[in-house]
């Protein structure tokens, strides 16, 4: 809808080239994904297609096969970008591969022991 609603206007359409002077990025990229059906994965998969053709390393991770606290730490730690790709199942719900870490960070937004610097 933007699209089309910008190109009666006149204006151009936002530039789709990713570069590391766009996104400032001063560590690494790591995208996260949790699926039912395999759709977010693919989508993971497309966008660090799209990050490799712009020269930029990312790596694409199955929510499920990692410690949160850990890699979100030293993501934080190392300035990193991080993506969530979590579709939605049933209801909003997340999918089961993604059930764990949605509980988790519920639990860890409200824990006043965790760094909020490792969630924004």
């Given at each position: 809808?933007?699209?089309?609603?910008?190109?009666?206007?006149?204006?151009?359409?936002?530039?789709?080239?990713?570069?590391?002077?766009?996104?400032?990025?001063?560590?690494?990229?790591?995208?996260?994904?949790?699926?039912?059906?395999?759709?977010?994965?693919?989508l993971a998969g497309l966008l660090s297609q799209r990050f490799s053709q712009s020269?930029?390393?990312?790596?694409?991770?199955?929510?499920?096969?990692?410690?949160?606290?850990?890699?979100?730490?030293?993501?934080?730690?190392?300035?990193?970008?991080?993506?969530?790709?979590?579709?939605?199942?049933?209801?909003?719900?997340?999918?089961?591969?993604?059930?764990?870490?949605?509980?988790?960070?519920?639990?860890?937004?409200s824990d006043f022991r965790v760094q909020k610097s490792m969630l924004s």
């Amino acid at each position: 809808a933007w699209f089309k609603q910008s190109r009666k206007n006149g204006s151009k359409a936002p530039s789709s080239s990713l570069s590391e002077s766009t996104l400032k990025l001063s560590g690494p990229v790591k995208i996260f994904y949790a699926t039912q059906t395999g759709k977010a994965k693919h989508l993971a998969g497309l966008l660090s297609q799209r990050f490799s053709q712009s020269s930029i390393q990312s790596d694409v991770l199955d929510i499920s096969k990692v410690e949160p606290e850990d890699l979100l730490t030293a993501q934080a730690e190392s300035g990193g970008v991080s993506i969530f790709l979590i579709s939605t199942y049933t209801d909003g719900t997340p999918p089961q591969s993604g059930e764990w870490f949605c509980r988790w960070l519920e639990d860890t937004v409200s824990d006043f022991r965790v760094q909020k610097s490792m969630l924004s």
